[in-house]
């Protein structure tokens, strides 16, 4: 059974910090593309940051220089989202994504969620 469970989220005040954990498991995910998203409320969901299977990176402008995503392939993947300068509209639900293209057929799962609120 495929999961992207999320982990790490949580209450922080402005300019505060957080790292954010996807464990990937049920299959390989090491040729997938990972990414985090966000969801705010009354908003739709959009794209924070991607990590390509090679660790080529993908940000939002309104994250770039403050998150980083990286990747652990040793085992079963593990994908990190390292917020840094958090601001109050960073608050959301940040989902985990993982995506590829294997032979025609595409695979896109996601992770159930973990709120981010950013307030003092």
């Known amino acids: 059974q495929v999961q992207l469970v999320e982990s790490g989220g949580g209450l922080v005040q402005p300019g505060g910090s957080l790292r954010l954990s996807c464990a990937a498991s049920?299959?390989?995910?090491?040729?997938?593309?990972m990414g985090w998203y966000r969801q705010a409320p009354g908003k739709q969901r959009e794209l924070v940051a991607t990590?390509?299977?090679?660790?080529?990176?993908?940000y939002a402008d309104s994250v770039k220089g403050r998150f980083t995503i990286s990747r652990d392939n040793a085992k079963n993947t593990v994908v990190y989202l390292q917020m840094n300068s958090l601001k109050p509209e960073d608050t959301a639900v940040y989902y985990c994504?993982?995506?590829?293209?294997?032979?025609?057929?595409?695979?896109?799962?996601w992770g159930q969620g973990t709120q981010v609120t950013v307030s003092s």
């Open positions: 994504n993982a995506v590829v293209t294997l032979i025609s057929t595409h695979y896109n799962y």
């Open positions: 049920g299959r390989s995910f090491s040729s997938y593309t």
């Open positions: 990590i390509g299977a090679g660790g080529t990176t993908n």
